[in-house]
């Protein structure tokens, strides 16, 4: 579980990683970024999810948990798309 940031990674985040774009049906994985607060439980660090919408400047993001589908909504800051692998 990340709990700090690396000295030579900490101080601001780069325009590109706060303002990504995202589609819907893209695959992404939730990584916190730890100088932004996530306002939700550390256990869905390293989860993936499918993004069914935009909601602001957030996105829906849905992914099971215990087998019971669950959405929450996240800023882009805090998801890293996946690349399908064929």
């Known amino acids: 579980m990340l709990k700090r940031k690396n000295i030579r990674q900490k101080g601001k985040i780069s325009f590109s990683r706060f303002f990504r774009d995202f589609k819907e049906g893209d695959k992404v994985a939730i990584v916190r970024e730890l100088s932004i607060p996530l306002d939700y439980l550390k256990r869905i660090q390293g989860r993936t999810g ?36 064929a």
Not at 56 to 78: A, D, M, Q, R
């Open 50 to 85: 499918v993004i069914k919408a935009k909601r602001g400047n957030s996105y829906e993001v849905s992914l099971k948990e215990l087998n019971k589908p669950k959405t929450y909504f996240i800023k882009p800051v805090h998801l890293k798309k996946i690349e399908a692998s």
